[in-house]
């Protein structure tokens, strides 16, 4: 359960609709994540509320009755903001605005205020105000609206809050500007990524919140902040790893997540150019997640979008520590789940057969880094030595650990 301050948080009701392409467990599962999205921008969440639909409503997304339902629950709870799982349109967030006379946010819009809190540096300020008046431009009437109210909280950072610049010729030379500064930096990068030489380059990627930044830290021996919220990670960091004594650059780059929105995909181009140059890939993957096989599918996915998805890769299974299932006993005639399925039956499917060298690991407790070690340190010399075919000779694999531990002696 997450631990919430409510005098810190807002209060919020989340809403969700079952269609034809989403069932009803997609939709939990769904509206679990949009809950933690909401606890990571600030808000406690105090009711969810699902409809089942042939298709959204061109005009309110869900149903007028649905809508009178939650228009009463919020004012009788003194409830500010009704968050969707999905993306609204324009007219669909004016008219449920004028509806519940309360804030309403998307999935999108939630998001983006994520990302604004949590981007640190120049360039990720500069991709995350880019991608939030991508997201203004065609709801201008309806930011007229929210400036008169002067609200604030979640969804209200960034462009519009503290000046009314809401004209589309000023907003559309904001964006203009704005991707002129992006494409100066995106050259400055890619001068920086050409003089690391021909260091073999490796990539951490995976699911927003599966501890990329924990197996950084642990693997470099650095101080990259990792936290237990969806998105800690905005700004690209590279360290230098050297595992036996063989040296490469490591990358920690964004998470992905579910209905990643198309404003941040393009704003965030240049960190991706990260993963698309890098030579190895390593796949972290939340083991104890019970979706964690749609989030493979969910990075598999963008990966193909920025045609990154035939490099070498190596599946790290990362969280066992925090695996749980719940056994069968043998007289229950209840159809298996996955909640039923251990670690060592996950280990003996399709992860057995799998194209790409596999392990299971804890980068919190480091169970299973010698073998992970190992994996890397195999993957990254194929690529030294394809690269350097004269000098392998050099490098002799050894444990750090071990060999730290034997110094100390």
Do not use: C
């Not at 061109?58 to 903001?81: C, M, P, Q, W």
């Not at 946010?105 to 540096?121: E, M, P, V, W, Y």
């Not at 001068?191 to 690391?196: E, F, H, K, M």
């Amino acid at each position: 359960m997450l631990e919430k301050k409510e005098h810190n948080y807002e209060k919020a009701v989340l809403v969700g609709v079952i269609t034809q392409n989403q069932d009803e467990e997609k939709l939990v599962e769904y509206m679990d994540e949009l809950e933690f999205l909401a606890f990571t921008a600030g808000a406690t969440v105090q009711k969810r509320f699902t409809q089942k639909l042939t298709q959204p409503d061109s005009k309110t997304f869900i149903g007028s009755g649905k809508a009178l339902e939650i228009k009463e629950y919020v004012k009788e709870n003194e409830i500010g903001t009704v968050i969707f799982d999905d993306e609204l349109s324009p007219s669909q967030l004016k008219n449920l605005e004028k509806e519940m006379e309360v804030k309403i946010l998307d999935r999108t819009n939630l998001i983006l205020d994520i990302f604004a809190q949590r981007a640190q540096t120049s360039y990720a300020r500069t991709q995350v105000e880019l991608a939030q008046y991508q997201y203004l431009l065609p709801r201008l009437t309806r930011m007229w609206t929210h400036l008169e109210r002067q609200k604030g909280g979640i969804g209200m950072r960034g462009p519009g809050e503290t000046e009314i610049e809401t004209d589309r010729r000023i907003i559309r030379d904001r964006i203009s500007l704005l991707k002129d500064k992006l494409k100066t930096i995106d050259k400055q990068m890619a001068t920086q990524r050409n003089n690391r030489g021909k260091v073999v380059r490796a990539a951490l990627v995976g699911y927003t919140n599966v501890g990329k930044s924990t197996l950084m830290n642990a693997l470099s021996k650095s101080e990259v902040f990792a936290e237990n919220k969806l998105f800690a990670t905005l700004d690209t960091t590279v360290r230098k790893v050297v595992i036996g004594n063989l040296p490469f650059l490591l990358t920690d780059t964004v998470g992905f997540i579910r209905k990643l929105p198309t404003q941040l995909v393009e704003s965030f181009k240049s960190t991706l150019d990260e993963v698309r140059e890098a030579d190895l890939l390593i796949h972290v993957v939340d083991i104890s997640h019970e979706s964690f096989e749609d989030h493979i599918e969910s990075v598999n996915h963008i990966l193909m979008e920025i045609d990154a998805h035939q490099k070498p890769m190596i599946m790290v299974f990362n969280k066992i520590d925090d695996f749980s299932y719940e056994r069968k006993d043998e007289d229950d005639l209840t159809p298996t789940t996955r909640k039923n399925v251990s670690l060592d039956e996950w280990k003996k499917t399709w992860m057995a057969k799998s194209k790409y060298p596999t392990v299971f690991i804890s980068a919190l407790t480091k169970e299973n880094f010698p073998e992970m070690k190992r994996l890397i340190y195999d993957e990254v010399m194929k690529i030294h030595i394809s690269r350097f075919p004269y000098n392998d000779f050099l490098f002799e694999y050894f444990d750090n650990d071990e060999e730290e531990a034997n110094s100390n002696l």
